[in-house]
């Protein structure tokens, strides 16, 4: 079974919840459930400039949201389509930027294992 820090997927992935069998529910004030999930009650203020839920640390806080200027150029091209293989290979090698050019040659050399893998899977 896989394991995600220290957890066994399968055995979280398969947990099922029932609700109590036959009992009916209590009214309570408000018309929630008394156990039930409540709200969280978060300013608008606070919303608009932290990242809720960011914090990853014990005793950390949230982290603060800054303007765009703030932040490094190379966070905006992040979701940029890159070039797919056969792209790159159309173009001129001679021509093309040195990310680009790194990026051909690791899949190039995937497509060669790949290629080679299944040679020998073959014979």
Known sequence: MPFFRGICIA???????????????????????????????ISKEIKSTTVFGGNILKDGQDPKILSDSEYPDWRWRLLDKLPALSELRRMDAQTLPYDDLRRLVKLDNRATIKESNSLKAKN
């Open 11 to 41: 055995r979280v992935i398969s947990r099922q919840t029932f609700a109590a069998g036959g009992a009916k529910a209590k009214k309570g004030k408000g018309g929630a459930a008394a156990g039930g999930p409540r709200a969280s009650i």
